[in-house]
Structures are given as structure tokens and as C-alpha cells.
T-cell receptor, first 113, second 112 residues
Framework: DQQVKQNSPSLSVQEGRISILNCDYT??????FLWYKKYPAEGPTFLIS?????DKNEDGRFTVFLNKSAKHLSLHIVPSQPGDSAVYFC????????????FGTGTRLTIIP | AAGVIQSPRHLIKEKRETATLKCYPI?????VYWYQQGPGQDPQFLIS???????DKGSIPDRFSAQQFSDYHSELNMSSLELGDSALYFC???????????FGPGTRLTVT
């Protein structure tokens, strides 16, 4: 049972444009969401997170939006750069600290120069 | 900044052998998590430790065991290895009550 889903396995975006990665979840008990970026042969790198009490969090070129009623979140990267080419995972956890992460299936983002 | 260290980075074992994976968390991080990522799959939670005590358990086979030591490093012991155990094994660490987990580079285990 995949509780966190990323329906787009891959996405190609022109350099300088906006990249939008989407993520849906089914468990309404999730209350904290994170985005990780992963290069081949490396571990996931933490990018940005958002608590369920917020609907937007911004950090430089990265913005995460959360729509709790739709159980949907998205990561916006603007402007997209070639170094952003990687696999992006969204992840969710429950209310308490030290909770395991439940990952989505990942989206491979390719930035076209 | 110091990151999570995992060793070895690559490991090749035969069926029915035993493997031990090690994880050294970021200094002052007290919680360690283990995840398994099969080919083309998302990372799946195996087990976690907080202050040397097991804090949560996921879909970890009985053939696997893990512990966290007094210096907070953790070891994942895998016995009677099967071909299906071939995967990337990630360790992550976090501080108490922090929800951001920081991952190591992973150990690629190949069982032949």
C-alpha cells in the first residue's frame, strides 16, 4: 500500500524555467512533509520541509506548497539549473519527533540546457 | 559539516552468508534510522534507535538485527543472506524531536 505517491516518474524542464514536482498522500495522520534530492550512488539529501500547520515554505529557489484538504504537496524550483537534475523524493512523517519517513516513489528531473 | 558515515560502501556476499553494515551518525545526533532501497524502488524503513534503544520497527526480516552502541554508532547485522537482500542500505540520523533526517551515502549490498 503506497501511502505517498509521486505519479510522474520523470520530468524534463528547460534551464531557467520552473520545475514543479507533485506528491500525493493517502494517510491524513501525516503531519510533516519533506523533499529529498538524490544523485546516483549518493544518499538522499534533505532539501526543504513543511509542517501541516503551514501551506507554504520557501528556501531560496525552492518552495513547497501543501494542500491538506487535497492531500497534495508540490515542490517548485525556480529558476531550474542543470545541477538540479536528480531524482526527487517526497517523504512524510507523523506528529512526533524521531518518526520514520514514508517515501514516495520518486520523480527523475532532467534540466535541459 | 560532518555527515553520516556508512561503511563499507560496497559489499558482495554469497547466499547464506552474513553481512554487517555500520553507520556513524552526525555528531550530537541521537537517533539512527535504517532504510532499504531495492532497484527502482523508494527507500523502505527497516528500524530505528533512539539513545541506544530500539524506537520503531518496520518491515525488517527476522534474519536482520541491529543495535546502537554507546557512541551512537549503529550496526545492521544480516544473516542467511538471500538474493532479494541485494539493495542499497541507507542510514540516517537526526536530533531528538527534529523531523529532518540526514542520510549517509549508503552501502550497496550485492548477494550472489
Amino acid at each position: 500500500d503506497q501511502q505517498v505517491k509521486q505519479n510522474s516518474p520523470s520530468l524534463s524542464v528547460q534551464e531557467g524555467r520552473i520545475s514543479i514536482l507533485n506528491c500525493d498522500y493517502t494517510n491524513s495522520m501525516f503531519d510533516y512533509f519533506l523533499w529529498y534530492k538524490k544523485y546516483p550512488a549518493e544518499g538522499p539529501t534533505f532539501l526543504i520541509s513543511i509542517s501541516s500547520i503551514k501551506d507554504k515554505n520557501e528556501d531560496g529557489r525552492f518552495t513547497v506548497f501543501l494542500n491538506k484538504s487535497a492531500k497534495h504537496l508540490s515542490l517548485h524550483i525556480v529558476p531550474s539549473q542543470p545541477g538540479d537534475s536528480a531524482v526527487y523524493f517526497c517523504a512524510a512523517s507523523f506528529n512526533f519527533g524521531n518518526e520514520k519517513l514514508t517515501f514516495g516513489t520518486g520523480t527523475r528531473l532532467t534540466i535541459i540546457p | 559539516a560532518a555527515g553520516v558515515i556508512q561503511s563499507p560502501r560496497h559489499l558482495i556476499k554469497e547466499k547464506r552468508e552474513t553481512a554487517t553494515l555500520k553507520c556513524y551518525p552526525i555528531p550530537r545526533h541521537d537517533t539512527v534510522y535504517w532504510y532499504q532501497q531495492g532497484p527502482g524502488q523508494d527507500p523502505q524503513f527497516l528500524i530505528s534507535f533512539y539513545e541506544k534503544m530500539q524506537s520503531d520497527k518496520g518491515s525488517i526480516p527476522d534474519r536482520f538485527s541491529a543495535q546502537q552502541f554507546s557512541d551512537y554508532h549503529s550496526e545492521l547485522n544480516m544473516s542467511s543472506l538471500e538474493l532479494g537482500d541485494s539493495a542499497l542500505y541507507f542510514c540516517a540520523s537526526s536530533q531528538l524531536l527534529s523531523k529532518e533526517q540526514y542520510f549517509g551515502p549508503g552501502t550497496r549490498l550485492t548477494v550472489t
